[in-house]
């Protein structure tokens, strides 16, 4: 065990401050994503061009690791996976990705990363719906779990119907004035939150249909793979019809680059890796928790760069977001606890039986051998 303790280590570190320091560095690094996601649109790159070249960015990354290291636990290739890649594409790359770029166009960094924090509770909410998670409201473990849901969905609407004054920005007299859509004319805050919402839905939703997929196909890397790979072309399909201005796929700055760049590579390829690692080393419950960190980092990046306000409706619902978060997650953490202890004393009771019926079995073997003999001794003794 020490042995193994010390393989793990990297550079005298031990593991739980590699994982911590992951964590930390994974969510500056989505933190970066949201704000460089947010120049791009401001330069005025396409919202179909950009998410087709972030995906191919991405596909080159993962299809080397996905053939190779899962030769053995890929299987067959079929018409029926091939239907359901491209619906988890549909759900998980077009819709999600379409979403959220639409919702942050309208809105601001800080309150895309804010509502994100509600997939947790969401997914948790579909995969009650659809019967794949159980609910025991006579539980402590089943009433955190409503009312953390219940808490985020607050959270969402609070942000979505309210926008509320200026409490902090790079002006300090607007602080007490109602300042219009942080993106000019044209936007509107409230259908940008709605996209928002639509975006968290079909994260959520790709969550939940990957659970049946992956039971048939235990190939995560793969799956991921041909998910992303529907998704390029669902893109180019809709970018052929709606994008039709040749110029728009063209470069006209090296910062137009960067962020495509960013996008593919850091968010999606390096991203995706760090998160497989920390989720098998530290587990799904430990992943979340990092997530409202995120937040804050996009809070203060996105006002240090693009001098972003914070109004007081975006904090009253990150508040009952990130509330309504760990409220499901501690729900999580102890229906699993509950979980194991029920099974280790299954485990222990059906060993103890198996024990006594070895005894019975030993006992209905000697006793036909001793009752011929008593009798016999009585017979004699007779």
Known sequence: MAAEADARKVCGLPERVQLHGAMLALQFGYA?????????????????????????????????????????????????????????????????????LLGLDNTSPTFASAIQNSVPAITFAMAAALRIERVRLDRRDGVAKVLGTLACVAGASVITLYKGPT????????????????????KNWT??????????????????????VLKKYPARLSVTS????????????????????????????????????YAGFIASGVAFAVQIWCIDRGGPVFVAVYQPVQTLVVAIMASLTLGEKFYLGGIIGAVFIIAGLYLVLWGKSQERARLAKEASAAATIATADRIIAGAGKSSSVTQPLLLPTSSSSSDNAV
């Open 32 to 100: 970066g994503f949201h704000v460089v996601s947010r120049l791009a649109l401001n330069m005025g790159i396409s919202k179909l061009v950009f998410p087709v070249y972030r995906n191919i960015i991405a596909l080159i990354l993962l299809v080397p690791f996905a053939y190779f290291l899962e030769k053995k636990d890929r299987p067959q290739l079929t018409l029926n996976f091939v239907v359901q890649f491209f619906l988890l594409a549909l759900c998980g790359i077009t819709a999600n990705q379409g979403f959220y």
């Open 167 to 186: 409490i902090f920005g790079p002006k300090l007299q607007d602080a007490v004035a109602e300042v219009p859509a942080i993106a000019g004319e044209g």
């Open 191 to 212: 259908l940008g939150c709605v996209y928002l919402i639509g975006h968290c839905l079909s994260w959520s939703g790709w969550l939940v249909l990957q659970a049946p």
């Open 226 to 261: 041909y998910t992303c790979f529907f998704g390029v072309i669902q893109f180019l399909i809709i970018a052929a019809f709606m994008e039709r201005d040749a110029d728009a796929w063209a470069f006209h700055s090296g910062s137009e680059l960067f962020t495509i760049l």
